[in-house]
């Protein structure tokens, strides 16, 4: 009973036209998203390993809200696999994201999205725009019994289900709770920031986010948004695995120690 309400809620407060959806598909795998949550289904193998991941944001002390808070969407289909979604707030900024998944053979368990986030800021004075990124992954199809960890990189596993999360640039904090503190924490009316812990999971349901404290520099004063810093880009990877003998697992972990060792240099 986690969750279906949340589409419908937001579509009613919006009307019809906010709420559009978009499905990339690729090998094995296939991805629905829209622009009031984000994406809400990762189909790999037909099993659906994915609640939510979504963009909220905030300007300076005001409370956090989701980028479908915004209003509708533009959404660009550019091929099969490949969507970009793009918000605006008159006069202050856009935001966009290109979602961009890679399938692989079937029968395989395994798939990656990749996404290009840019926001470029409209205004003629600095913005202090901070960005968060909140996952909500059921790995294999459901909500409970899941470990997470963080090292840099997010780690998510329901064996012999594991997903990973990584960002370019790294995040300035991070947190893994479990459904739904964390998207309370960014739904409010406080202005809250990420707790760089893991709090204790009770049953199991994971979450997860990163948080970055921009400062975009001013738009040109002729309007354009060409000034050095004025736009963010930044790139992130998801990638889920099915890991099916004990002797794959330990390889898995020593190319997770190896990632590991090499970020720390
Ligand atoms: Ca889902
Ligand atoms: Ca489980
Ligand atoms: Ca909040
Ligand atoms: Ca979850």
Redo the contacts with the bound molecule.
Sequence with gaps: MKKLFILTLAVGAFGAAHGATFTLSDGNSTVVGNDVTGLNDWFIDGVDHLFREDYFWRIGNTPEQSQGALGPGVITNIAANYSRVTFNNPGLFTISVDYILGGSTPGSGTADIAEIVRITNHASFALPLTLFQYNDFDL?G?A???GASFDGHFFQW?NPVYGMVGTVDYADRWEINSYPNLLNKLSDANVDNLANAVTPVGGGDIEFASQWNLNLAAANAAGGPTAPGSTWVMSTNKRIVTVPEPATMAALGLGLAAMARRRRK
């Design positions: 294999n459901n409970f019994d899941q329901d």
